[in-house]
């Protein structure tokens, strides 16, 4: 039997937990946000009022605010309102860690110390593994719809084999149930991060202990598994898709074994053996971003510390891959495009 946690809900409503959990929701340029403005100029009476609706078992979630990100694609981002995002804080602050003690090593999204960066040097260091000129395959997978797709049903039996504490775990499931449908998180939100880990880790468990795959690497719904045995991985490829199919899920269509002649599009960049290159839809939608806010500047629309922002934000992208060239292009167009508006402005 997995081993549970009991006896969290005192320290889920306390008032020192709930305070904590608005300090780190208002943080990350969200102080300005007039929800934040309204609820912080009456903070104790706001905090006391969440904590005396889930001691009183009358919480509930509020309506999200919806819009659509276009980048890396088009996507459907539903935003919890700002008292929502206290208790999530709330509840990530006391469970979060006690689901990611369970976690295998090898998944990278959304953990403390982790993220994308290490997942592609990860996978990196398994391609150095092997001898050099090798031939060397990887599944490239994913889940269809990942988000949209998560069982609720499953999904809670897995939270079970975490959580005991009644109360907390009524929480956790009006969180999973607010679409009001059998399936399905919102994109958007604390929950839907820490859950959609809890989702796919008896996936991530059963390649590592089950299967014993060694070169494994999993970042949120995408994963990769490299070995120099094409058919053995023909054969993991339906495995994996069974196992998904197990958990309510669909693996993408697109999930594919490929040889890595050519490096593997991974987490944002192209890896081979020795080096690594930006990924060229993450170059092509710098460039746009960076020369709209230009413009924008040029306009009056945005301030010159924005501009600055996405263009050091870029800077620390490609500085962890080759892209001498490609930065100086594009930073010699920003440069162009800049200096005629910044000749009676400030200087970037």
Same mark, same amino acid.
């Given at each position: 039997?997995?081993?549970?946690?009991?006896?969290?809900?005192?320290?889920?409503?306390?008032?020192?937990?709930?305070?904590?959990?608005?300090?780190?929701?208002?943080?990350?340029?969200?102080?300005?946000?007039?929800?934040?403005?309204?609820?912080?100029?009456?903070?104790?009476?706001?905090?006391?009022?969440?904590?005396?609706?889930?001691?009183?078992?009358?919480?509930?979630?509020?309506?999200?605010?919806?819009?659509?990100?276009?980048?890396?694609?088009?996507?459907?981002?539903?935003?919890?309102?700002?008292?929502?995002?206290?208790?999530?804080?709330?509840?990530?602050?006391?469970?979060?860690?006690?689901?990611?003690?369970?976690?295998?090593?090898?998944?990278?999204?959304?953990?403390?110390?982790?993220?994308?960066?290490?997942?592609?040097?990860?996978?990196?260091?398994?391609?150095?593994?092997?001898?050099?000129?090798?031939?060397?395959?990887?599944?490239?997978?994913?889940?269809?719809?990942?988000?949209?797709?998560?069982?609720? @049903?499953? %999904?809670?039996?897995?939270?079970?084999?975490?959580?005991?504490?009644? /109360?907390? +775990?009524?929480? $956790?499931? *009006?969180? &999973?149930?607010?679409?009001?449908?059998?399936?399905?998180?919102?994109?958007?939100?604390?929950?839907?991060?820490?859950?959609?880990?809890?989702?796919?880790?008896?996936?991530?468990?059963?390649?590592?202990?089950?299967?014993?795959?060694?070169?494994?690497?999993?970042?949120?719904?995408?994963?990769?598994?490299?070995? @120099?045995? %094409?058919?053995?991985?023909?054969?993991?490829?339906?495995?994996?898709? /069974?196992? +998904?199919?197990? $958990?309510? *899920?669909? &693996?993408?269509?697109?999930?594919?074994?490929?040889?890595?002649?050519?490096?593997?599009?991974?987490?944002?960049?192209?890896?081979?053996?020795?080096?690594?290159?930006?990924?060229?839809?993450?170059?092509?939608?710098?460039?746009?971003?960076?020369?709209?806010?230009?413009?924008?500047?040029?306009?009056?629309?945005?301030?010159?510390?924005?501009?600055?922002?996405?263009?050091?934000?870029?800077?620390?992208?490609?500085?962890?891959?080759?892209?001498?060239?490609?930065?100086?292009?594009?930073?010699?167009?920003?440069?162009?495009?800049?200096?005629?508006?910044?000749?009676?402005?400030?200087?970037?």
């Amino acid at each position: 039997m997995p081993k549970t946690f009991n006896g969290l809900w005192d320290d889920f409503v306390s008032f020192e937990n709930l305070y904590r959990a608005y300090a780190t929701a208002r943080s990350g340029g969200h102080r300005e946000d007039a929800q934040v403005m309204r609820f912080t100029r009456n903070l104790e009476t706001n905090l006391i009022n969440i904590q005396n609706h889930l001691m009183w078992g009358t919480w509930k979630p509020s309506p999200v605010n919806a819009f659509i990100v276009y980048e890396p694609k088009k996507r459907l981002i539903q935003a919890p309102a700002f008292v929502d995002r206290i208790v999530h804080h709330a509840f990530d602050q006391v469970a979060g860690h006690l689901f990611e003690k369970k976690m295998v090593n090898q998944t990278y999204a959304c953990l403390e110390d982790r993220g994308p960066l290490k997942a592609v040097l990860q996978m990196q260091e398994y391609i150095q593994s092997y001898p050099q000129g090798q031939r060397l395959y990887a599944i490239k997978g994913d889940v269809h719809h990942f988000f949209p797709s998560i069982n609720h @049903d499953f %999904l809670k039996r897995q939270i079970r084999r975490t959580i005991s504490d009644k /109360r907390l +775990l009524c929480v $956790a499931d *009006l969180i &999973i149930d607010q679409n009001e449908q059998l399936e399905g998180l919102y994109i958007g939100s604390l929950p839907s991060q820490l859950f959609a880990g809890v989702t796919l880790t008896p996936f991530d468990h059963h390649m590592k202990d089950d299967l014993g795959i060694k070169h494994y690497v999993r970042y949120m719904d995408d994963f990769i598994i490299i070995s @120099d045995n %094409l058919a053995y991985l023909r054969e993991l490829l339906k495995d994996a898709e /069974r196992q +998904l199919n197990s $958990a309510g *899920l669909q &693996i993408n269509p697109k999930s594919k074994v490929i040889p890595i002649t050519h490096g593997i599009d991974f987490c944002g960049y192209r890896t081979f053996n020795d080096h690594l290159l930006p990924r060229k839809r993450n170059v092509k939608n710098a460039r746009r971003r960076i020369l709209h806010l230009i413009d924008e500047y040029d306009n009056g629309n945005v301030e010159l510390e924005k501009v600055r922002a996405s263009i050091m934000s870029f800077l620390g992208y490609v500085s962890h891959c080759s892209a001498y060239r490609t930065t100086e292009r594009l930073l010699g167009e920003a440069l162009i495009n800049a200096r005629p508006l910044l000749k009676n402005k400030e200087v970037v």
